[in-house]
């Protein structure tokens, strides 16, 4: 199918792409995003210069940022997609029924340990919600609609984010009962020095939460790093040394054992961020208080524990 190139363009449409292409930072990304091709993408672009007779976008081989003329549009273009998701959520508040896809984005332990075996229920009572989970080790924009509910380690400073703590969380330090059997006993903090640990790679620390491998063992270096926690429980599990781990992800299993218990013990929190705008959505507002629900109904996973 063609489109259509009237002499005033196809509105909101248009808009939309250069907000995709503003967010997303380059045309690929953008036109994944829209379910588009990467020449849609430019065409719609080009169009819409050539109408306003305005450059919106500085193209550069790192990407496209938008001009001053750019910005005035995605600030309008914000605005409008605004009012859509305010005009959805007052007609979804009457209808009982829940339509459409929710973004979750999760840190890769608690999206993938916890949350996506106790997606079920939800899924299951309303069979045309979809969910998409982006369970992985970074953080999401909601301000550029990375995803619908951001789970996270701290709220964001500023931004229209609205969000409440879902629940502290503990983490010990773990190791494979192998392991422990190669090297010299530790029965206390001091017995860590000379152990070899496996943990996160600086750089691609995604919060300063997880930067805790040297309040554990001051001048250790982690022999494997990975910016995957579900890495770094299975190579533990393996035998490669030793980690802090969650407890909700290693207590109780009978392939790790907890080291030194009672001296190494860390909490941390998980929060429920959505973006101002959307957050009255129905489908939007029941995936929320359904992550609310179990994480409360299975707080004990996250209390402090070997």
């Not at 909101?12 to 995709?20: G, H, K, P, S, T």
Request: proline letters at 4%; aromatic letters at 6%.
């Amino acid at each position: 199918m063609r489109e259509r190139d009237g002499a005033r363009g196809d509105g909101w449409d248009d808009y939309r792409f250069v907000l995709a292409v503003h967010r997303a930072g380059t045309v690929s990304a953008a036109a994944r995003r829209l379910g588009v091709d990467h020449a849609t993408v430019i065409r719609r672009i080009d169009r819409l210069e050539r109408r306003l007779s305005e450059k919106l976008f500085h193209r550069r081989a790192s990407g496209y940022t938008a001009t001053q003329a750019g910005l005035a549009l995605v600030a309008t273009a914000d605005a409008v997609e605004s009012a859509i998701i305010h005009g959805e959520a007052a007609i979804g508040r009457a209808a009982s029924q829940l339509v459409g896809t929710v973004r979750i984005g999760a840190p890769d332990g608690f999206g993938s340990a916890f949350l996506a075996p106790r997606l079920t229920d939800l899924i299951e009572r309303h069979p045309d919600l979809d969910i998409e989970l982006v369970a992985t080790a970074r953080l999401f924009s909601l301000s550029k609609r990375e995803a619908d509910i951001a789970i996270g380690l701290s709220l964001p400073p500023e931004g229209r984010i609205v969000g409440r703590k879902l629940t502290d969380y503990a983490l010990k330090l773990y190791a494979a009962p192998a392991y422990l059997a190669r090297h010299p006993p530790i029965r206390e903090r001091r017995d860590l020095e000379g152990q070899r640990f496996v943990g996160y790679i600086d750089e691609l620390l995604y919060s300063p939460e997880l930067d805790y491998l040297h309040q554990v063992a001051p001048g250790a270096s982690a022999r494997l790093r990975s910016a995957n926690l579900n890495a770094q429980l299975q190579a533990t599990v393996a035998g490669l040394g030793l980690a802090v781990l969650p407890c909700f992800m290693a207590a109780g299993r009978s392939d790790l054992a907890c080291v030194l218990p009672d001296e190494v013990s860390l909490i941390r929190s998980f929060w429920l961020m959505m973006h101002a705008d959307s957050r009255d959505l129905a489908r939007i507002r029941a995936v929320a208080e359904h992550i609310y629900a179990v994480v409360e109904a299975e707080r004990a996973l996250f209390a402090p524990g070997g």
